[in-house]
């Protein structure tokens, strides 16, 4: 995410350096499930499949359990991937294992941060301010306390930090 909020193609304007690799290996093989949004999990199908398993995220995504929260029919082309709706990520956070990461989908992270069924949000914050795009948080979205879990300054100035959802929250 850029200083000013936007997620939106990070590739060209984010640059990670071995730290911040490092960080998200560990995200990955604390993962065993992946939880999308139908846009995201549309444009993630038509590319990460072809990826060969020599790319960490590809291996990751490709050979995870992949959930996709939409309210209406998607054509799920990509192998392991069930359509879940709001309710159903309640009943995939009961069920035993690791972490479920989802990579990307700012819509729905904001939706999950929301009802409260997002445990942690972890960013990577560059010194870079892209100035539009499509941000995590739109205008209008409300107040929401969150606690810093975790934070540290890697090279290049990138801020990692990790939240969970505060105590203090306004709905």
């Known amino acids: 995410m850029s200083l000013d909020g ?4 990070p590739s060209e304007w984010m640059r990670f350096g071995d730290e911040a690799h490092e ?11 992946v939880l999308l949004g139908r846009r995201t999990y549309l ?32 054509n799920l082309t990509w192998a ?11 009943e995939l956070k009961a069920r035993p ?9 700012p819509r729905l992270v904001a939706s999950l ?6 445990d942690e949000l972890a960013v990577m914050i560059p010194p870079v301010v892209v100035g539009g795009g499509q941000r995590l948080f739109e ?12 934070s540290r300054i890697l090279a290049g100035g990138i801020l990692a930090a990790t939240y969970s959802r505060g105590s203090g929250n306004m709905d």
């Open 43 to 74: 444009e993630f199908a038509r590319m990460w499949p072809t990826m060969p398993d020599s790319v960490p995220m590809a291996r990751f995504l490709n050979g995870s359990p992949k959930y996709v929260v939409s309210s209406e029919p998607i």
């Open 23 to 33: 960080m998200m290996a560990a995200g990955l093989a604390a993962a065993d499930t």
């Open 97 to 105: 294992g690791k972490n479920i990461l989802i990579p990307g989908s």
């Open 80 to 90: 392991d991937s069930t359509r879940i709706d709001l309710d159903g990520v309640a």
């Open 113 to 118: 941060l929301r009802l409260g069924l997002l």
């Open 139 to 150: 205008d209008g979205y409300g107040r929401l306390d969150l606690e810093v879990v975790d």
């Open 6 to 9: 936007v997620v939106e193609r």
